[in-house]
């Protein structure tokens, strides 16, 4: 980093010496003195590699597709265009925009064409070239006067293979890179030669395809775009095409074929009728040329479902067994005899910025009413609201009978609040559909929410790049800008000195810092780093009672919310096991954290009464197979007050798709499924999943694949709607039982100190069958470490007792005074042995009790009775006392001195001015013979050295009195 910055940093004093242009984005690289002497052809711009690859993947189909790289912050040049031709071997084109800012021209010969299109690189190390470029600049002998240089230009490069031809394996097996370097070679008018600062970036972008192909080298095949297509009854047809991958050197027809279990008297191809195929022929004159099929809807007049199916199978045969295969195509019918909004969104999205661009939809009926229809569209985000629609809170659109079918705009901005909120936020539009005189065919339609994308313009919510440290007012402001730089060079340069006085030190301000590792211990003696088990109280705090719980309590959550109590909880019925469809997901409550009810919600049927706790058995569609199990509960800070719990969990897609699944709520009782897994990854036991406010992210953690046995991964994602697979991140090691596996996390990151995570896991030990606690800690949520790695957070209970066999942790934790409350399940079983036999056993049932642990207490810095001591790193700290949490035995005590970054003691604040602590508190002021004061240290390298005689301690902070 440091190189890098003194590269940046020349390049920064070179363009302070411009004369005859100042432009912090340009960079002044040799000046030719206003007579001009001197060779062009011998200038470059270098090969700075700033910032390191850009990389966009596209997804294709072997046709035209466009990917549009927005400009790095700082800027190259506007916009860069990518698109693969029909023939997937080329020739295929790309356009790149350029502009020049006033007073500089464009330089046309630096010993080639600028910008320099390097070529195509497939997995095998072969090239693809380019063999035209059309633009102003592209020939080396034009002359170089001013006119025509500056200002927009449009350049297009033509590429092709060297030689013609297929170049094996390089969309199926390899990868398709465009290496592509540019430079903006620029001058003024008295020819002083300029370099973007941002010169020679490397472009990368990997062409992948989204169906999986069987290899063309083996098995020559048809390819068919789209593979879906959507048709609406009396309204617009839709096509798709067909063609081949090379030259069959035969005949090969393709038999286009509706299948006669898809609703084929629902479309036709072509001009064909209803349910009759369609044949293609490819010849070596014809195969490379597109054939396109018409798919047309039948405009019946049934009233049927909203949205209908169909399959067209394409079968293509040959006397070359090589060219016989199989591809289908999805047709969805729009049925036009019902009642429903026709919503168009703008490239199939809505997206608008604060304090920037707006974007709109168009709203249309789909059926003559009979009467008047209005809509009312408002944004439902009330804690504020996040946009306006036609320029107000609310806006209302009217139809009648004549005007129908007539589409009406709405435009949606967003209102540019003050907050820094994550980039980009949503906010969802809903619409209510009102019908006057009576009629019913639109009256009270439930139409689904509009969800609106919100790109932010306060910056404040991060991830910082960190190279943004300056904006108009000292913060930062999202832009990577001259000043940012030249703040950075200074910063570096003025840290390369020796001695500088807080470049090194760690920043603890006046958050509260706890002891779960080395991290404080520059050195030490004496002393170790101790997890504290925690209390168990014995208690049974929730047990099966109930019907639907009469086979088991299994996975469950816990948070304080709103002043109550708040239990989630799954259980299984005795018809219902083994289950799949049939968990009920229930809701508890508790004024004490101790005594936990079931309220009676009235919002699920069983057996016949809906006096129960259960919010659902099943969610989403009935044929989804919409179980859910192991299902982590949160609320999240972040979201609209529609979505403000959030659950992700294990969820049932297809009979056998157990994929990881979200939820959200506006209460923690009425949950809607998303429409698809957020994290398309087969999925088992309790997951866990936050808003992580350091990260600005949301994150989730649970099983994960590539470790040994059961192990345990995690992932984060802008939108909690998509996650990227789990990324391992633990697994079962040599310092634990042998034949062990980590089997669920229950991670959280910890409320009451910034940037402290824990994992309490469950242990499951093959060879005795049992499952007990384990702690594993970390500062950034993505390394871990295990203190006391084989002794038991929460062991197993002594055989015989309720908790003897396997124990899972609850997620969640409640803070009562200085106390942390925690649950978990406990059942005298083993992992193996849960047969329904054994399991409705009356002493078999699985029990919810509480544990309780110290304040900050998980982990502790520890000495016994031979006096211990470390002095931590240089830190800068804010704040004018110090307090310790601590816990002092009888005859122990615990001394604080302050230290400069030279290890000299502070006068009046050393070890031997320190007044003994020998209490117990987890807020306890230090003390030395003069006061407690430490703010003359205030924000200079300090470092502490603690003594510790027979004591325990926590964690610490700087505060103010």
């Known amino acids: 980093m440091k190189k890098l910055i003194l590269i940046l940093g020349i390049g920064l004093i070179c363009a302070a010496n411009a004369q005859a242009f100042d432009n912090p984005e340009w960079d002044l690289v040799y000046d030719l003195g206003s007579d001009g002497v001197g060779s062009l052809s011998d200038i470059g711009c270098g090969n700075v590699n700033w910032g390191g690859p850009i990389i966009e993947t596209v997804y294709a189909d072997y046709v035209a597709v466009d990917g549009n790289n927005s400009s790095y912050p700082g800027g190259h040049f506007g916009k860069q265009d990518l698109g693969l031709g029909l023939n997937r071997y080329g020739p295929w084109s790309f356009e790149m925009v350029v502009s020049t800012p006033e007073g500089l021209y464009f330089m046309p010969t630096m010993g080639s064409n600028w910008p320099i299109f390097n070529g195509i690189r497939n997995s095998a190390g072969s090239y693809y070239q380019v063999t035209s470029h059309v633009g102003s600049y592209n020939n080396p002998g034009m002359d170089l006067t001013p006119a025509g240089y500056d200002g927009t230009q449009l350049h297009t490069y033509t590429v092709s293979q060297p030689g013609g031809g297929a170049a094996a394996d390089v969309f199926i097996d390899g990868v398709f890179v465009t290496q592509v370097s540019w430079g903006a070679g620029a001058r003024n008018d008295n020819y002083d030669f300029y370099c973007r600062l941002f010169d020679g970036i490397l472009n990368v972008y990997e062409l992948k395809f989204a169906d999986t192909y069987i290899d063309e080298d083996v098995f020559p095949y048809i390819v068919v775009n789209p593979t879906s297509v959507t048709v609406t009854e009396n309204g617009s047809a839709a096509t798709f095409t067909v063609v081949m991958t090379e030259d069959p050197n035969v005949l090969v027809t393709v038999l286009v074929d509706p299948n006669d279990n898809y609703n084929v008297t629902d479309y036709f191809l072509d001009s064909e009728a209803p349910g009759d195929p369609v044949t293609l022929s490819f010849t070596p004159s014809n195969w490379n040329i597109l054939q ?27 006397t070359d067994p090589n060219y016989v295969g199989a591809k289908q195509v999805t047709v969805t019918i729009v049925d036009n005899d019902q009642a429903f909004l026709d919503i168009i ?22 059926l003559q009413p009979t009467d008047t229809v209005t809509v009312e569209i408002t944004d439902i985000e009330v804690d504020p609201n996040q946009v306006k629609v036609n320029g107000a809170d609310i806006t209302t659109l009217t139809f009648t009978t004549s005007n129908w079918n007539t589409a009406q705009t709405v435009t949606v901005t967003a209102i540019d609040d003050d907050g820094a909120e994550p980039d980009p936020h949503s906010a969802d539009l809903a619409f209510a559909v009102t019908q006057t005189g009576g009629s019913q065919e639109y009256d009270g339609l439930s139409v689904p929410n509009l969800s609106v994308s919100i790109g932010e313009n306060d910056c404040g919510m991060g991830p910082f790049d960190p190279f943004d440290v300056s904006g108009p007012e000292g913060v930062p402001d999202c832009i990577i800008s001259f000043y940012d730089l030249a703040a950075f060079a200074d910063k570096w340069l003025s840290c390369s000195l020796p001695n500088t006085p807080g470049c090194n030190s760690l920043d603890v301000g006046s958050n509260k810092q706890l002891f779960i590792d080395e991290m404080f211990f520059e050195e030490f003696s004496g002393v170790t780093i101790t997890m504290n088990p925690a209390f168990k109280t014995g208690e049974t705090n929730l047990q099966r009672e109930e019907p639907w719980e009469s086979a088991t309590l299994n996975w469950f959550n816990v948070m304080e919310d709103d002043g109550i109590y708040k239990m989630w909880y799954e259980c299984y019925d005795i018809p219902g096991w083994p289950t799949s469809d049939d968990t009920s997901f229930c809701y508890a409550t508790s004024t004490d954290g101790i005594n936990w009810t079931r309220p009676n919600l009235g919002m699920f049927e069983y057996q016949g009464s809906t006096e129960n706790n259960i919010l659902f058995r099943q969610i989403g569609p009935p044929e989804g197979h ?12 972040m979201a609209s007050s529609e979505r403000r719990y959030k659950a992700v969990g294990q969820g049932i897609w297809t009979a056998s798709a157990h994929t990881i699944t979200g939820m959200y709520s506006p209460d923690g009782l009425n949950w809607t499924r998303y429409p698809a897994p957020i994290c398309n990854l087969f999925a088992d036991s309790q997951y866990s999943g936050f808003w992580d406010n350091s990260l600005h992210k949301y994150v989730i953690y649970g099983r994960a694949f590539g470790g040994t046995g059961r192990s345990l991964g995690r992932s984060e994602s802008n939108n909690f709607a998509s996650f990227d697979p789990l990324t391992l991140i633990m697994q079962a090691d040599e310092n634990d039982p042998p034949n062990s596996d980590l089997y669920n996390s229950a991670a959280l990151k910890y409320p009451y100190a910034p940037n402290i995570y824990f994992m309490f896991i469950s242990l499951f030990q093959h060879d005795i069958n049992k499952i007990d606690i384990r702690l594993a800690v970390s500062r950034d949520g993505v390394n871990w470490s295990r203190p006391d790695q084989d002794t038991p957070f929460i062991p197993n209970g002594t055989e015989g007792s309720y908790d003897a066999g396997t124990i899972y942790m609850g997620q969640g934790i409640i803070k009562v005074g200085d106390e942390l409350w925690q649950y978990y399940g406990g059942s005298p079983l083993g992992h193996d042995g849960w047969e329904l036999e054994d399991l409705i056993l009356p002493g078999n049932g699985r029990n919810y009790s509480r544990v309780i642990t110290r304040l900050d207490g998980y982990v502790s810095a520890d000495a016994g009775t031979q006096t211990g001591y470390f002095i931590t790193p240089t830190m800068l700290y804010a704040g004018d006392e110090l ?35 020998t209490g117990d508190d987890v807020a306890w002021t230090v003390n030395w013979n003069s006061g407690s004061d430490v703010s003359a240290r205030d924000g200079m390298p300090t470092k502490m050295k603690v003594e510790i005689t027979d004591a325990s301690l926590y964690a610490f902070q700087f505060v103010q009195n």
């Open 292 to 318: 396109t099929v018409t798919v047309t809807a039948v405009n019946d007049p049934d009233t049927e479902d909203l949205t209908e199916q169909g399959l067209i199978n394409l079968i293509s045969s040959c």
């Open 345 to 366: 969104e703008s490239g199939d999205s809505t997206d608008v910025v604060e304090g920037g661009a707006s974007d709109s939809f168009t709203v249309k009926l789909h």
């Open 626 to 637: 919409s179980r859910v199990h192991g299902t982590g509960v949160f609320k999240d800070p």
């Open 883 to 917: 307090q310790l949490n601590v816990k002092v035995n009888p005859g122990g005590s615990v001394r604080v001195g302050l230290l400069d970054e030279n290890d000299n003691p502070i006068a009046g604040r050393s070890i031997a001015d320190c007044v003994p602590i």
